[in-house]
């Protein structure tokens, strides 16, 4: 009988799409209040995983390199990105455009 062994995953964004860790949602209010998963926002900042290589200038034919790399905390949209579940880890895809700042 074979055993299903579950294979390490790795994923690299392209062009101009970058991968981000979410923050962790915070389980309580600032006066203590416990929240449940249902009721907790989904937070709007976290942290550049991956880059991809740049967007493409269509006259030129060479590749604009992005402004944030891997590391940067930043600030997004709403409604950004694509959401994808990696080795047990949920990361989000999106462009460089639902980015809306980087923290320092």
Do not use: C, Q
């Not at 964004?13 to 009721?39: F, M, N, Q």
């Not at 991956?50 to 997004?76: M, S």
């Not at 959401?83 to 989000?92: G, H, P, S, T």
């Amino acid at each position: 009988m074979a055993t299903a062994t579950k294979a390490k995953l790795s994923v690299r964004p392209l062009h101009d799409k970058i991968i981000v860790r979410r923050d962790e949602a915070e389980d309580r209010t600032d006066s203590g209040i416990y929240l449940p998963e249902a009721a907790k926002d989904k937070p709007k900042s976290g942290i550049i995983e991956a880059v991809g290589d740049g967007k493409l200038n269509t006259e030129t034919g060479e590749r604009i390199p992005l402004t944030v790399h891997k590391g940067d905390r930043v600030i997004f949209t709403s409604y950004a990105g694509t959401e994808i579940k990696l080795n047990d880890d949920e990361l989000l895809i999106m462009g460089e455009d639902e980015i809306l700042a980087i923290i320092d």
